[in-house]
Structures are given as structure tokens and as C-alpha cells.
């Protein structure tokens, strides 16, 4: 049984959580898989909400089977798909069924998902969602009516170090240190110079806040250049993009998983942040290797 | 009231022979408002006009229908002969039956030239009045710029009665030519004189253009000059602002230092040549990298090569491509440098310049040689780039024109060529507009100071009055007249307390319809090309008579 | 000014189908600047559907008119005389005009030729860009002049979401600016950086009761 | 039912498209009689309903001929006059009317041969309609 992910990040040196995205339809196996494989080697489990805007089974239900076969779940949360209500309500029975951790995040536009004509909810946006959790855990809802039952959720939000312009970015960023939050975990980085920057600003504002620092696993050059171009807030500097290239063929995972072991070891030997957060998109079945290329 | 149409056919001294005139005749006599059909043979002669105009007359007829030759050969004669018999000269409609008809085709062509007369007397029906009138246009000029072309057109104009404003945002008038080498020399210092003795001129130095508003005829200018902004109104603006040289260090492999200079940097030199500490003993001008066509730097090469002879007295190549000497006394200075000992170095590829021992190396192939050299040059004086004056693109945007791809002012069009620009009562001259010497400047401003006396020195203008015209009614004020037309001749007037609508000024209009065509509420009408005037001719096409 | 744009001509044809006389009727005021239902667009329709028809075989007769704002019943009425001649009409207005004209024409029924999309503003000669949502709780004051609820894809109110692209355009549309891009350029420019610093509540939809209605206080 | 009368309209700018057509009767290059020209004084002026009007008097094809781009005396009237051919092709499109009986063109007042050209490419496209 894993220990509480909120306890590993207050006790822990180095806290490691793996992404886990849900498939699309009501097939679990796959998903057990991912999560007996992991659910002993990461802190938590942290389960993706319609990815990119792509309808799937759901975060709550998959944080729901990670509990049950003995996983440690971190509930994602975006604004997209749920009005007010909704979230309240989905975050009640989240916590009544022992989901204790929550990330907000805004959500994917919808026009780069598959229900490209769906209503785009937004009624509430990332920095209003953590206040919302807050008023919850007070043992009140947002308006201010008496729960039977309170929460206690430990409350993650997002960054992204790599914007541009990254000032607008780290005012809204600010926004969410100030709301209250226990972890924040970031966007790809890959440039640990930069990244050491956020890091730096973001103790200033708030010196106790737990930084995850968010590790894509690049599986080859095309990969690589395709984020740069195509994925906001992600940029793999050019000699990683060199380093993939020149692998032999059919070996550009592996060179992916050793970049992605490096920076998590020199991440954690130079102190840089309180640990990461693995994203392996769709090749969840690699991150152990991926730990073990870091040492862990 | 009835309309009265009268159809006159002629058969160009009966050469159309395959149209049946007497069957076109026939059959146009039963054209709805077809009062009178005549044939004749030389309509366009003293006796047919007259004959016509006796006919108009005792038929009482109030729109004619000519078919005969193209429009573009007597329209103007016909209009004139309708306003001597009394008529307004809009109410005319040409078919023309010779050149896209008689002479296009094989064959008998009668049914095709019968549907022209119809297609001509459908549009007759729906034309109007044309009233001509005089508008009154201020006869003041604006001249902005108060460098050579600048200076010279507020002369000229002037000279001709015209009185100026000379608007120049350097300290003092004079411009580029200051200090420029040239043959023969241009005395700036004595047309600064002159002008400073004009009471026809008036000159505002530090100072800048900020608003502009207004239609040829009537310019409302605001003038910044230190902290006081003048308003001032035009008929016609002058722009002479002249050009911006730029070395491009790309052209070559190096970057400009002691060894590639400007020309610029040469005069100095050869102002002063005792303050060298060497006496170079080889200097070479490289000219067509960047634009095979420039003629300032080449003429401003050429001028220098012979100076450097003369005050320096070093060993000078010219290394060119083509060289261009087509301006007025060009040659003769290539001559003269030639004559002096200028060596002129021809290439087709462009020549290798690295630095070496502190000179410069240059490597080509020769291609009178045919043959690889090397020259090494104590100084290489670099090819100047020609660009727009720095500011040209605000100052365009403030009077509504276009610059042209390499930001000069005036628009790459041949109708503008050489000083319009689509902007009535606005020209452009010299350097202002591209790579222009001081003789193609001259004849620039020669051309823009007769433009702007024929427009402007009677202090009225002839207009067709609303020929192209906006119905205030209908008008919806969308602006998108006003951003489309090319010639920046409509504007928002207010017609009463509370509106404002689109209004075309009927002198700034060039009639070309655009606005009418755009108009999503139908609100302008186009006297001769009116929606309905073209719909009638589409109406009677392929109606059968 | 009210945005629309004309539906496809198959739509049409499909809503009219089986009436053999039609009015066309525009409207003069936002349609006509917005290039979508003015006398010119009349006459294109019109146009379009005789030859559509005429293509076809089907008899169609179309009576064309153009009046001066669809969304007054009194202006409305002057279309009276030809309604009493037709069998349906096509209505090239925006919503609020098909609405008004089917309300005073009760008996007739009304076609929508156009898709009314959004209020917003001409960006350039035939470019209009959509600028307000009428939400009724205007915060254009601390946004220094940029709506966020329409300019922002998400409508986000406490800035820039993730997804904004290198050099400050949209997540959903690289053409597009980023609204908070754009918001945080303007408020650094005026010195006012600390309005977009401070926490902004949800939103309040119910600032306006909808369906909405106003009633202006008496003078 | 509109009937077919296999005419050619062609809208020509009378400072291009009007002279070409003049300079090729002075040379006798005959071709198809079935053409009307319209006399515009820019190719701009030519508005969508000038066009749709003329197809619905049954034309064959629509002609617009216009000066060469970059030479329009009036700047984008040559420009604008072929997007509206393009806007126009569609709405033919939409009626189910052959695109290809629109057509834009670009010539200069001395190319009689490519006016010829024009007029005979245009007839022979809506020949078998």
C-alpha cells in the first residue's frame, strides 16, 4: 500500500508521480495493468481528465480503480467539461471514496479534441477552481452553505516554465501560489537552466510550495521537433533533438528514456526542485525503466 | 415624360457591307422610345454632325443612339455636337458596329449589329443629365521636403505665380546634394538664396507633417514645427523627400571598417585629404551587387573616381557589372575617367573581397580578360544601397498613399509613371520614388510643376458634377467606399445635424466604379455605368426584335 | 454592430421549397454594413434561387425589398403590401429581424437566410472580428480595454491559460492573439500591471435574467 | 425557364480589354460573332449582380478582362475584379451552373490575338452546353 501523497511530499527529498491517461471505452485491463505496475514505484498516480479535449473513461472513475487495487490517486480536474456544480459535486464523491488529491487545471480547448462542436464550459477558471477547493475544505460550498461532511484535499495546480512570453504566465501562476496550493506540477521542461529560473521565482512568492517538475518521455527527433512546433509551452532544446536523431534505428526510445533519467538524476542531485512528475504518454509500460535510468 | 431616341446608323461610306443596313433600320424603328432611325455614310464628318444635329432638332429628340465606329475614336466630337444642339452631352450611347462588329467577324453580321443598336438604345433610355461646373481649388502648394527636387519645385512654381510652402524637417534647407561631388555642380547655396528672397515661398525648417485631410483642390494640413502645430490647406502637395543611402555589410564579406567605406566617408576624405596619414595608393569603387541599375551610386562613384585622381592622385578601379551611364552627362564622365586612368574592372559573378594585410583583397574574373585578377586596394568604397527616406511610410500613411515593395513613395503602376501617384493633386519627384540622378529629379519636378499649374493656376477646376455619387438616403455609412477607393476621393460629410454619410468629391474621383460595385447597399450610383445603365445592355442582349 | 453571414444557398432552397412566390426582404442597417443582408445581398439571392429554379424546371417568382432596420415593427409594416402577394418570406436579417417579421406577419412563414454569429467590429474592408458577448457585467475597466470572456477562447478571467503559443497567439488558432497576451501588453504599457495581479471571482451569469429585458427608467 | 441564347457577355475595361477588342477588328481577326461586350471603365466596376443577371438572360459565358495586375489605372480594381470571379464562381456553383462559363482575364490594350484567344476559348468551353 503506498504511502499518502500528501505525506511523501511533506517527508519525502524527492517525490515521483507518473501520469496515468485513460483509454476511450469501458475496457479496464490495460489500465489495471499501467496501475499494478507502478502503483508501488511512484508516490502517486495522477490521472489525466478527456486529455486534449478527447473524450475518455474518466479521471474519476480510473482514480477509483487505482484505489481499489491499492494505488495512491491524483484527480485531475479541468474547467472544460463541468460547470460549478458539477465540480462540487464530482469533488464530494471523489473525497468520500478516499480521493484526497486534486490538480486544477484550466482543460484543453476543445477545438483541438475530438468533440470539436461540444459546449466549452469554462464557468470557472483554474485559479477560481483552487479557491473553490479551499471553500470546500472549510466545510462549505462556494456560495457558503453548510456541508454535511467536509474535505480535506491536498490541492496541486500547473505551470508552464517554458512560455512565451512567460511574464503573463507567471502573473496567473502567482495567482494560484496565492490562492494556496501544496504542489505545483509543471509543464515539459527540458532546459534546466530555465527551469532553475521558475524555480527561483516561484519560492519567492511562496518559499513552501512542492514543485514537480513534469518529465515528458520524447520517443525519437520527430517527436521532439513536432512538440516545438506544435505543442505550446513545450521546447526541447536542439542538441536533445541532435542526441535523438543520431539513434540507431527503432532505438530512439531508449536515447528518450536515458534523456529522461538524466535530467530526473540531475534534478534530484542538485536539489533543483522537490521532485517530478513522469509523463510517458501512452507508453506508461516504460516509465520503470525510465526509473531506473535515474537512479531511483 | 416620353423619351425620344433617335438611332443614327452609319455605314462608315458604305464599306460595312456585311451588315444590311436597310433591314437594321428597319427593325431599330421598333425599339421601345425610338422616335427617328437614320442611315448615314460619314456621320463622323463636318456634314453628317450637322446633318444629325438638324434632325435632333426638328425631331425634338432628347437621347441619341449612335452605331458606328468605336467610341474610342469620336465620342468626345459626338458629345460636343449634342451640347451644340442643345442637349446634354450625357445623352449620348454609342454602338459600336464597326470594329467589334463589321470588321471582327465573317459574314453576314446584321443580327449582331442590330443587337448592339438595341443594347445602345435599352442604356439610352436610362441615362440622365450631366451637369459641368466649376469647383474652386485653392491654388497654394505644399512641398515637402527641402532638399534639391524640393527646393526647385517651390522655385518653379514660383516662377509661375504659384505660391509655396516648403516644409523640411532638418535645421536647413539643402537635402543630400550638400557636399555631394557632382558634375556639373548644383548651387544649393545660391537656390537657397533665391528662395529665401521669395515672398512667394514660404520655408518651415524642423518641421513635420502630422494630420492630413482632404481631396486635391482642398488639403487640410497640420504642421508640427517645435511645439506649435499650424493648419494650413492646400490644392496640391509636392513630395521631395529624397532618399536614405545604406551600405549593406552583407553584400560583402566584411563588415565596413577602415579598409570598405562609404561613400559618404570618401568625401570626407576628400575634404580633407592632409588629415590621412598615408597617401593611399589604390582606392576601388565596387559597384552592382546589390541592384545592377542603380544610377546614384554609380554616378557618385564615377564623380569620386575622378576626384580621388585629382586631389589623391591614386591608382583607381571601378569594379562594375554593367555600369549604368544612361543619365544626361553620365557618359561623359565615364569618358573623362576613363581618359584620367580609372580603370574599369567588368564581372558577371560578384567579385570575392576578404581583407589581407591590412588591405583589401579583391578577387574576379575579368570578364574582358576573361580571365581570373586580384586587386588589392589600400581603401574599397562600397556600393551604397538607395532607400526611402526614413519616416517616408508614416508620412504616406498620413497623406493615404501607397509606397511601392521597397517602401518609395508612388506606386509601381505605369498610368502614374513619372510623378503621380493614385492620389489626385499629389506628385512625387526625385529620389523620393526610386534611384533618381539630379537630371531625372530635374525633369521630375519639371513634369510636376506643369501638373500642378494646369490644375491649380485658373484657381477653379472643370467637374461632371456627381457623375459618381452617393445617395445620402440609402447611404449606411458602412466606410467601405472609403476603403476601398483607390484614389482616397470619398470621405464622410455630415448632411444635416445628425448624420454623416459618404461623399465623393467629383474632382479627387477617377471614375472607375469600384466604390459602386462594392456598395452593399446599393447607394451609389455611377452616371453611365449606373447598376441600371449596365443591366439594360445585359437586358437586351439576346432579345429577339 | 451585429454580425451575420448568409447560409448556404442549399439551406435556403431546402426551407422554401414548394412555395412558388417568396419575398426576399433585407435589412438596412447592421446586415447591409456587415456585407450579409443588404440590397446588394437581396439581389445575389434573388438572383441565385431564379437561376437555381430556373435550372431546375420549378416556376419561382421573387418580389425584392430592402428595409431600413428589421427589428422595428413600425418599419416592419412597410413591407405589408408585398407580403400580402407572397406565399413565404426570406428574411435576410439577423435573428432579432426574422423574429420581428414573424411576429407582425404572423400568418406567413418566415425564413432565416442568414446565420447571425456575433457583435464585433470591422477590422479591415470586409473583416469583422467579434468584441463583446453581452454578458451584462462589463470588466473591460481592469482588462485595459480587451474583453477576456469574448477574446479569450476560454474566457478565462484570471489569465493566460497554458496554451498559449510562442510569441503570444492562441492555443486554438496561431492567427489568433492571446487575449492575456494582449491584456498584460496594454495594462504594462499604462503602468496598471497590478489590475491583472488581483483575484477575480466567477463570473456571474445571471447579470442578465434570460431571456433578457430591459426597461429604461422614465425620463 | 430562363432560356439559353449562347451569348458571351464580356465586361472589358476601356483602357485594355474595349482597345483590344478595337485594335483586333482593325486587323480582321475574325471571331465567333456571339460575343456582346460591355464597355466598363475598370474591370472593378463589374459588380456580382452584373454577372449573375447575365447569366440569368441565359449567357453562355461571362467574360472579365481587365488590364494586366499591376497595371490597373485605378490600382486594384484588376485585383478585385478576380476575387469577385472567384466569389462569383462559387455562387454559380451553388445554382449548379458550370464554373467555367466565368471567367477572369488580364490583357493589354495592344494583345488583340489573346482578346481573339479569350473569346474563342470561352465559345468553345460552353459549345456543347
Redesign the interface.
Known amino acids: 500500500m503506498a504511502k499518502p501523497f500528501r505525506e511523501a511530499l511533506k517527508t519525502k527529498e524527492f517525490v515521483v508521480t507518473a501520469e496515468a491517461g485513460p483509454g476511450k471505452g469501458s475496457n479496464v485491463a490495460k489500465m489495471v495493468e499501467h496501475i499494478e505496475l507502478l502503483k508501488d514505484r511512484v508516490d502517486g498516480l495522477n490521472v489525466t481528465d478527456n486529455q486534449s479535449a478527447v473524450m475518455r473513461y474518466p479521471s474519476l472513475g480510473t482514480c477509483l480503480l487505482i484505489k481499489e487495487h491499492g494505488g495512491e490517486p491524483v484527480l485531475q480536474i479541468t474547467c472544460r467539461d463541468r460547470n460549478r456544480l458539477a465540480i462540487q459535486a464530482d469533488l464530494l464523491f471523489a473525497y468520500s471514496r478516499g480521493i484526497d488529491n486534486v490538480l486544477c487545471l484550466t482543460g484543453d480547448s476543445v477545438d483541438v479534441g475530438d468533440h470539436k462542436e461540444a459546449m466549452p464550459v469554462f464557468d470557472l477558471d483554474s485559479v477560481q477552481l483552487i479557491h473553490l477547493v479551499h471553500a470546500l475544505n472549510s466545510g462549505k460550498d462556494m456560495v457558503g452553505n453548510e456541508l454535511d461532511g467536509g474535505v480535506d484535499f491536498c490541492i496541486g495546480a500547473s505551470a508552464t516554465p517554458s512560455a512565451d512570453p512567460i511574464e503573463p504566465q507567471l502573473i496567473k501562476f502567482e495567482k494560484k501560489l496565492g490562492a494556496g496550493v501544496d504542489f505545483i506540477q509543471t509543464q515539459a521542461i527540458y532546459d534546466l537552466d530555465e527551469f532553475k529560473r521558475f524555480v527561483e521565482h516561484a519560492r519567492k512568492t511562496d518559499a513552501k510550495v512542492k514543485i514537480l517538475a513534469g518529465i515528458v518521455l520524447l520517443v525519437g527527433a520527430k517527436m521532439a521537433t513536432y512538440m516545438n512546433e506544435n505543442v505550446p509551452g513545450i521546447y526541447v532544446p536542439q542538441y536533445l533533438i541532435d542526441e535523438l536523431a543520431q539513434a540507431p534505428k527503432g532505438k530512439g526510445i531508449a536515447t528518450g528514456i536515458e534523456i529522461a533519467g538524466r535530467l530526473i538524476r540531475q534534478i534530484k542531485e542538485e536539489r533543483i526542485c522537490d521532485g517530478v512528475h513522469i509523463m510517458a504518454i501512452g507508453r506508461e509500460e516504460r516509465v520503470p525503466e525510465i526509473l531506473e535510468a535515474a537512479g531511483l | 415624360m416620353q423619351i425620344r431616341i433617335g438611332v443614327f446608323l452609319c455605314d462608315c461610306g458604305k464599306s460595312l457591307s456585311n451588315i444590311d443596313f436597310p433591314k437594321v433600320s428597319e427593325r431599330a424603328e421598333k425599339l421601345q422610345d425610338v422616335v427617328h432611325v437614320g442611315l448615314h455614310s460619314n456621320l463622323c464628318l463636318k456634314e453628317g454632325i450637322e446633318e444629325m444635329l438638324s434632325t435632333i432638332r426638328d425631331g425634338a429628340i432628347d437621347r441619341v443612339v449612335i452605331a458606328a465606329c468605336?467610341?474610342?475614336l469620336k465620342e468626345d466630337a459626338f458629345r460636343n455636337a449634342l451640347e451644340e444642339a442643345g442637349l446634354n452631352s450625357n445623352f449620348l450611347s454609342l454602338a459600336?458596329i464597326?470594329?467589334?462588329?463589321?470588321?471582327?467577324?465573317?459574314g453576314d453580321?446584321t443580327e449582331?449589329a442590330l443587337?448592339?443598336t438595341a443594347?445602345a438604345v435599352e442604356r439610352a433610355r436610362f441615362l440622365k443629365p450631366l451637369v459641368k461646373k466649376d469647383v474652386p481649388v485653392n491654388k497654394e502648394v505644399l512641398v515637402v521636403g527641402g532638399g534639391f527636387a524640393g527646393m526647385k519645385v517651390a522655385l518653379d512654381l514660383a516662377n509661375l505665380g504659384l505660391r509655396t510652402t516648403l516644409v523640411e524637417r532638418g535645421l536647413a534647407l539643402g537635402g543630400r546634394l550638400e557636399g555631394f561631388e557632382t558634375n556639373p555642380a548644383v548651387p544649393i547655396n545660391s537656390m537657397r538664396k533665391a528662395i529665401e528672397e521669395n515672398r512667394d515661398i514660404e520655408v518651415l525648417t524642423s518641421a513635420e507633417l502630422t494630420r492630413g485631410e482632404g481631396e486635391v483642390g482642398d488639403f487640410s494640413i497640420r504642421i508640427k514645427k517645435g511645439d506649435e502645430e499650424l493648419s494650413r490647406s492646400f490644392g496640391a502637395i509636392i513630395f521631395a523627400t529624397g532618399y536614405r543611402p545604406e551600405i549593406s555589410p552583407g553584400d560583402f564579406q566584411l563588415r565596413p571598417g577602415v579598409n570598405l567605406i562609404s561613400q559618404e566617408k570618401l568625401t570626407e576624405i576628400l575634404k580633407a585629404p592632409e588629415r590621412l596619414e598615408l597617401r593611399p595608393k589604390t582606392i576601388g569603387f565596387v559597384l552592382d551587387v546589390s541592384d545592377e541599375n542603380c544610377r546614384l551610386p554609380t554616378l557618385s562613384a564615377l564623380n569620386d573616381a575622378l576626384a580621388v585622381k585629382e586631389r589623391l592622385g591614386s591608382e583607381v578601379y571601378v569594379f562594375c557589372k554593367s555600369l549604368k551611364v544612361d543619365s544626361e552627362g553620365v557618359e561623359e564622365v565615364y569618358r573623362e575617367a576613363r581618359d584620367r586612368g580609372v580603370v574599369f574592372v567588368k564581372f558577371e559573378e560578384r567579385p570575392r573581397i576578404c581583407s589581407e594585410d591590412g588591405r583589401v583583397k579583391v578577387e574576379l574574373n575579368d570578364i574582358l580578360l576573361g580571365d581570373e585578377i586580384t586587386v588589392f586596394c589600400d581603401f574599397l568604397v562600397a556600393e551604397e544601397r538607395i532607400m526611402p527616406s526614413e519616416g517616408t511610410e508614416a508620412l504616406s500613411s498620413i497623406l493615404k498613399m501607397?509606397i511601392d515593395s521597397r517602401g518609395f513613395c508612388q506606386?509601381?503602376?505605369?498610368?502614374l509613371y513619372p510623378v503621380s501617384c493614385?492620389r489626385k493633386g499629389i506628385f512625387c519627384v526625385g529620389a523620393c520614388r526610386g534611384d533618381l540622378d539630379i537630371a531625372r529629379a530635374s525633369t521630375d519636378v519639371a513634369a510636376a510643376v506643369l501638373s500642378t499649374y494646369e490644375l491649380l493656376a485658373s484657381g477653379t477646376a472643370i467637374v461632371e458634377a456627381e457623375r459618381v455619387k452617393v445617395d445620402p438616403e440609402?447611404c449606411?455609412?458602412?466606410?467601405?467606399c472609403i476603403?476601398?477607393c483607390?484614389?482616397g476621393a470619398i470621405r464622410l460629410v455630415r448632411v444635416d445635424t445628425e448624420r454623416e454619410v459618404a461623399q465623393i468629391s467629383d474632382l479627387a474621383c477617377?471614375?472607375?466604379?469600384?466604390c459602386?460595385?462594392?456598395?452593399?447597399?446599393?447607394a451609389i450610383d455611377?452616371e453611365g455605368?449606373g447598376?441600371e445603365q449596365?443591366?439594360a445592355?445585359?437586358?437586351a442582349?439576346?432579345e429577339s426584335l | 454592430m451585429i454580425i451575420a453571414e448568409r447560409k448556404p444557398l442549399e439551406e435556403i432552397r431546402g426551407m422554401i421549397a414548394g412555395y412558388k412566390k417568396i419575398l426576399v426582404a433585407g435589412c438596412?442597417?447592421c446586415v447591409?454594413?456587415c456585407?450579409a443582408g443588404?440590397?446588394?445581398?437581396v439581389?445575389i439571392l434573388s438572383s441565385q434561387l431564379r437561376l437555381a429554379s430556373s435550372g431546375e424546371g420549378t416556376e419561382l417568382s421573387i418580389v425584392e425589398a430592402c428595409i431600413e432596420r428589421q427589428c422595428e415593427k413600425e418599419m416592419v409594416e412597410e413591407l405589408r403590401d408585398k407580403v400580402q402577394d407572397v406565399e413565404a418570406i426570406v428574411s435576410m436579417a439577423c435573428g432579432i429581424g426574422v423574429q420581428t417579421i414573424a411576429d407582425v406577419f404572423e400568418e406567413k412563414p418566415v425564413f432565416p437566410a442568414l446565420n447571425t454569429t456575433f457583435m464585433g467590429m470591422?477590422e479591415?474592408?470586409?473583416v469583422w472580428t467579434e468584441k463583446c458577448r453581452s454578458c451584462g457585467d462589463c470588466m473591460l475597466y481592469w482588462t485595459g480595454g480587451i474583453c477576456p470572456v469574448v477574446r479569450c477562447a476560454k474566457g478565462l478571467l484570471n489569465g493566460p491559460c497554458g496554451g498559449t503559443r510562442k510569441g503570444g497567439s492562441c492555443e486554438i488558432d496561431p492567427e489568433k492573439d492571446c487575449a492575456w497576451v494582449l491584456i498584460y501588453r496594454r495594462l504594462e504599457k499604462q503602468g496598471r500591471l497590478d489590475l491583472m495581479r488581483k483575484y477575480y471571482e466567477p463570473k456571474n451569469y445571471r447579470a442578465v435574467k434570460r431571456p433578457g429585458k430591459i426597461e429604461a427608467l422614465k425620463a | 425557364m430562363i432560356r439559353g441564347?449562347?451569348?458571351i457577355?464580356a465586361f472589358c475595361c476601356?483602357n485594355s480589354a474595349?482597345?483590344a477588342?478595337?485594335?483586333?477588328?482593325?486587323m480582321?481577326?475574325?471571331?465567333?460573332?456571339n460575343v456582346?461586350?460591355?464597355?466598363?471603365?475598370?474591370v472593378?466596376?463589374?459588380?456580382l449582380?452584373?454577372i449573375l443577371?447575365?447569366f440569368e438572360?441565359?449567357?453562355a459565358g461571362v467574360l472579365l478582362i481587365g488590364c494586366h495586375e499591376?497595371?490597373?489605372?485605378?490600382?486594384?480594381?484588376n485585383t478585385?475584379a478576380k476575387e469577385?470571379a472567384a466569389y462569383a464562381r462559387n455562387l454559380l456553383k451553388e445554382v449548379g451552373i458550370d464554373e467555367a462559363r466565368l471567367r477572369m482575364a488580364n490583357i493589354a490594350p495592344d494583345m488583340a490575338q489573346q482578346f481573339v484567344r479569350e473569346i474563342e476559348d470561352m465559345t468553345e468551353k460552353t459549345k456543347e452546353r
Open positions: 468605336s467610341p474610342k459600336n464597326r470594329e467589334q462588329c463589321s470588321w471582327a467577324h465573317e453580321v449582331k443587337e448592339l443594347m501607397r506606386d509601381e503602376n505605369v498610368h493614385e440609402k449606411r455609412v458602412c466606410l467601405t476603403r476601398v483607390p484614389h477617377e471614375g472607375c466604379g469600384i459602386a460595385a462594392i456598395c452593399p447597399a446599393k455611377f455605368y447598376d449596365i443591366l445592355e445585359v437586358q442582349i439576346g | 438596412g442597417t447591409t454594413i456585407w443588404g440590397e446588394k445581398e439581389g470591422p479591415a474592408e470586409g | 441564347n449562347n451569348k457577355v476601356e474595349y482597345l477588342a478595337d485594335k483586333a477588328g482593325r480582321r481577326l475574325h471571331y465567333p460573332d456582346r461586350i460591355i464597355r466598363v471603365p475598370c472593378g466596376r463589374v459588380d449582380i452584373h443577371k447575365a438572360k441565359g449567357a499591376g497595371a490597373c489605372q485605378h490600382l486594384t480594381g478585385r469577385r
